[in-house]
């Protein structure tokens, strides 16, 4: 049997995420109801359901996180800074932004730089924290580094392992690299593949400090 205690705990490193393109207004009323239930720290919605998420929320803690540039971040710097003022004012308190992982590849850094720090400025000028989905199953272990330092010098809170849309989602091992790389205050936000509880446990063992996942439910429903 599950022990409640470890569950409230489990829960609150537990963003409740549905992003699938095909998703529907029922499905997120569901997840956003899971959510208080399970006290989870907050769901992860796309754009269009975040004044949805906010009705459903508003007398709880669960927290709205949504995503910018979702998911190949490689729209221009202006429209990811109005996607992040357009989520604020709908009722997001987190966002998860997609760098531009073109410009990356391209040696661009000045327009990599550019796009992360425009938008965690716009997050940080509405006390709204700001995760750098770097989309490290895309990345060689050099960019990895390299996506990494960029995040620090524009002080994103968080860097977030994948969008669950590249070629592989978090891994222990890019999770330990993560780590080990970035400062204690920036936190990790692990995703992509996350499907049952050990592996959530050794992604936070690992370093993750937040968990992305649409198996939430199942996950704490696991016998251990």
């Known amino acids: 049997m599950n022990n409640p205690a470890e569950n409230r705990v489990l829960a609150q490193l537990i963003e409740h995420t549905l992003l699938r393109p095909d998703c529907t207004i029922e499905e997120i009323t569901s997840l956003c109801e899971q959510a208080i239930e399970q006290n989870f720290i907050a769901v992860c919605v796309p754009p269009y359901f975040v004044q949805h998420a906010k009705k459903i929320l508003n007398s709880s803690t669960v927290k709205i996180v949504t995503v910018v540039g979702f998911p190949f971040g490689y729209n ?6 109005e996607e ?7 009722g997001a ?16 850094l000045s327009s990599l730089q550019n796009d992360i720090q425009s938008v965690v400025t716009a997050c940080h000028l509405q ?3 700001c995760k750098v989905i770097i989309e490290t199953g895309n990345l ?9 330092k ?3 010098d ?4 968080y860097v977030k392992t994948s969008t669950g849309y590249g070629k592989s989602g978090a891994s222990i091992e890019v999770v330990k690299m993560m780590r080990k790389i970035l400062p204690a205050r920036i936190k990790i936000k692990a995703s992509g593949g996350i499907k049952n509880r050990k ?3 050794e992604l936070i063992e690992a370093g993750a400090n937040r968990i992305g996942t649409s198996a939430g439910m199942s996950i704490l429903e696991e016998e251990v």
């Open 76 to 81: 221009i710097v202006s429209s990811k800074v």
């Open 84 to 90: 992040v003022k357009k989520a604020i004012n709908s």
């Open 127 to 129: 006390n709204r924290i």
């Open 154 to 157: 524009c002080e994103a809170d």
């Open 93 to 108: 308190h987190e966002i998860d932004m997609v760098m531009n992982i073109a410009a990356l590849k391209s040696n661009d």
């Open 140 to 148: 060689t272990e050099d960019e990895l580094k390299l996506a990494c």
């Open 199 to 201: 592996f959530a446990q």
């Open 150 to 152: 960029v995040c620090v």
